[in-house]
């Protein structure tokens, strides 16, 4: 159900995109010194030193790495503008790429780099005010109840009670027993522990 959903991780490979400024990255293309006079005879080595340049301005900016991210339906904050910030991101992450992959220009790469970056920062300061201002809203809602209070609060800091697991493999007729002798052992440890002697 929903607390296996919450449970479940993906490992995943990108790179932190938004981490890179404007200045940053016009700042490596110009000092990488592509002059007209050095470029290659033919348009497929200029693609080339093109597409190895970048990369490299790409890795030093912005190296790949690994994260672990979590897979769950999305929030009930999540709201229309929130997925249309989405749908937006990505459709500008899918013309970056595809620009990257076949673009001569570094003009035009550098516009694409540029409208991915704003739309990720957009997105971001979108979740988190409409977050905010979903949980700022319960709170008001729950006022006074203080049982309330406490499972938006857990809601908000990840902390909900998730269904215990109960073992399936346990033999019905040796379960009784264990039972027994667990309650007796519950029993006895705070009898022999009291001062008989006092």
């Given amino acids: 159900g929903s ?3 919450r449970r479940m991780t993906k490992t995943v490979v990108g790179r932190p995109i938004r981490k890179i400024t404007a200045e940053a990255l016009t700042s490596m293309i110009q000092q990488a010194n592509l002059d007209e006079s050095t470029l290659p005879e033919t348009i497929e080595g200029c693609v080339e030193l093109y597409e190895t340049t970048l990369k490299n301005i790409l890795n030093e900016l912005a190296p790949l790495e690994e994260r672990v991210i979590k897979l769950s339906s999305k929030p009930p904050w999540f709201t229309q503008d929130c997925y249309d910030a989405l749908r937006s991101r990505r459709k500008a992450e899918r013309k970056y790429r595809r620009i990257l992959k076949k673009s001569v220009s570094f003009h ?3 516009a694409a780099m540029i409208e991915y970056v704003t739309e990720i920062r957009y997105a971001k300061a979108l979740f988190y005010r409409t977050r905010s201002e979903y949980f700022r809203r319960r709170l008001q809602e729950v006022e006074g109840n203080t049982s309330a209070t406490y499972q938006v609060l857990n809601h908000l800091l990840g902390k ?3 269904p215990r697991e109960l073992p399936t493999n346990v033999d019905p007729e040796k379960l009784p027993e264990m039972f027994k002798e667990y309650f007796t052992t519950k029993i006895e440890t705070p ?3 009291v001062d ?3």
Avoid: D, F, M, P
């Fill in 160 to 162: 909900e009670k998730t």
């Fill in 191 to 193: 009898v022999l522990c």
């Fill in 3 to 5: 607390a296996n959903r």
């Fill in 196 to 198: 008989t002697t006092a």
């Fill in 108 to 110: 035009e790469i550098h």
